[in-house]
């Protein structure tokens, strides 16, 4: 009885340091700290040091590759070596063999190349993929061979799990060589083996971090950092107005570098104005010395200023003369044909504008056609200048007069003011799908039209009416025809099978000429076409 009493008080002397231990560390803590992730966003690192004495940083998940990498690994470790805060790292586990979790022991070691944890490095089990698929000895094994590659690195492994993983799945006593790491959020772990960490919460508030963070006691020697860091500061990528340059920090003593972003220097601009022509509006000119550039504040065109002309040619009885003006403001001249003095023309609202095309013109009846309509107005009194270049403002408009004039909100487009003449009818085009702007938010309301922009903006109104396309006509029939915008393409080929555009003849060759300017008459005269065809 007395032998048996001393094995019992020899047993009891064995097992007393480890009971200690274990007590030690849930009542007596040495330090406190934090666990993140990119779950947590950007943190206020200036604001967190203060509040804590270490952090536990995620580097990233399963495999070695970048793609899963943490999303703020670099930002986190980083900061913590710039405010020497004392830092060990984990890597969230999905291995299910011995060379998955050596992939993952890489992972850790080239996210860590450079930088000098003074905590553990820990495994961190808890997925149910592992607990379902492996074995405890097979789980055993992942973590053996990820802790060995860890070890031989130079840092202090360690494993991460709840107490019932410890409990059901990490039993085996091999678990005693490498750092445990506990995680159960109540008032104590109720775990009996000896732990250096406990997680005792994923509730807990730090100033600097948005949202909840999980919170950590240690219980071993008070964690330090080794070196303290005196960093020299180097750019070495320069940041330019959109790219943000690299300013790189190394200790002066132990070699330890980091990276910072620079915010780009965002762009300078220097302002040019473009006076107005005739035919062009003026426009200030916003450049950088990167090359980017902006157009603002924009003036129209100033528009000719024609002379009271010359008769070159005069008109008879049975042939039309021929009278030529010239722009007062440019070199642009402009020749009228005068209609033979035998002709006549009932009802012929062109007759009073002095430069309309006249009777046998192949314009003339396009012209009375749109002022009929009321779709088209002269430039002035007596002018309606059919051989001025029809622009983007002014086809909107017609086409809007010819829709009655819907009501439609207020026009986007920064460089379309208020109040003026087209605002409506840009509006109404926009919103009705027939036109889009330029980029940039801008209209460009004084820019030309082109021959197949108004094939495409006609192609448009007649597809938002639910009208039958219609066939195709080939556009390989003309010399040009390749030459068509891709989004023109089919517009063009639809405008030429109704005969609304035709080619225009020159050396025996037929030819669409594309990109080239549309008239007012050609316009006049395209729009008679397609009411005549296809609106009746």
């Known amino acids: 009885m007395q032998k048996k009493f001393m094995i019992m008080i020899l047993i009891a002397a064995l097992l007393l340091p480890l009971l200690g231990q274990a007590e030690a560390a849930t009542l007596i803590p040495t330090a406190y700290g934090i666990d993140v992730s990119h779950h947590q966003g950007e943190i206020d690192w200036d604001t967190v040091a203060t509040q804590i004495d270490f952090a536990i940083l995620r580097c990233g998940y399963g495999s070695d590759t970048t793609a899963q990498d ?79 590659m860890i070890k031989s690195a130079g840092y202090t492994p360690g494993i991460y799990a709840n107490t019932y993983w410890w409990t059901n799945y990490l039993s085996s006593p091999q678990y005693d060589k490498w750092d445990r790491w506990v995680a159960r959020y109540a008032a104590e772990t109720g775990y009996s083996k000896p732990y250096s960490m406990w997680q005792y919460t994923d509730k807990g508030t730090v100033k600097g971090i948005n949202g909840n963070v999980d919170m950590n006691r240690w219980y071993g020697q008070k964690p330090t950092v080794d070196c303290s860091h005196s960093y020299s500061a180097q750019i070495t990528k320069e940041p330019d107005c959109t790219q943000s340059g690299i300013m790189q920090y190394t200790c002066k003593h132990c070699g330890h570098s980091y990276e910072e972003q620079l915010p780009a220097k965002g762009h300078s601009y220097s302002e040019t104005q473009v006076p107005p022509t005739c035919t062009q509006g003026g426009y200030s000119l916003f450049r950088c010395h990167c090359g980017s550039s902006y157009e603002g504040s924009y003036t129209a065109a100033k528009g000719h200023v024609w002379d009271q002309g010359t008769i070159t040619k005069e008109p008879t009885a049975t042939q039309t003369g021929e009278k030529v003006y010239a722009c007062e403001n440019c070199d642009l001249t402009m020749t009228v044909t005068l209609p033979s003095t035998g002709s006549s023309c009932k009802d012929c609202p062109s007759a009073a504008f002095t430069d309309a095309p006249a009777v046998g013109n192949w314009a003339h009846e396009g012209v009375d056609f749109v002022l009929k309509k009321g779709l088209f107005q002269g430039v002035s009194e007596d002018r309606f200048a059919p051989e001025g270049t029809m622009n983007r403002a002014m086809l909107v408009t017609v086409l809007w007069r010819y829709a009655e004039n819907p009501t439609a909100g207020s026009s986007s487009f920064t460089d379309v003011p208020a109040g003026e003449w087209y605002e409506k009818a840009v509006a109404w085009a926009a919103e009705s799908g027939l036109v889009s702007g330029v980029g940039e938010n801008r209209f460009n309301p004084k820019g030309n039209i082109t021959r197949e922009q108004l094939a495409t903006i006609l192609y448009r109104y007649c597809k938002s009416q639910g009208m039958d396309m219609g066939s195709a006509g080939d556009l390989k029939a003309f010399s040009d025809g390749e030459q068509v915008s891709a989004y023109a393409q089919e517009p063009m080929a639809w405008a030429v099978s109704y005969g609304l555009i035709n080619g225009i003849q020159s050396e025996g060759l037929s030819y669409l000429k594309p990109q080239g300017s549309a008239t007012r008459a050609q316009t006049a005269t395209i729009l008679q076409r397609w009411i005549e065809t296809l609106m009746s």
């Open 70 to 148: 943490d999303r703020q690994w670099q930002a986190n470790v980083a900061a913590c070596t710039r405010l020497k805060i004392p830092f060990g790292v984990y890597i969230y586990s999905y291995a299910t063999n011995e060379e998955q979790a050596r992939s993952e022991a890489r992972h850790v070691l080239r996210l860590l190349k450079g930088y000098s944890p003074s905590m553990p490095v820990y495994l961190d089990l808890e997925d149910q993929k592992i607990s379902e698929g492996c074995t405890p000895e097979q789980i055993l094994k992942n973590a053996t061979g990820f802790c060995d």
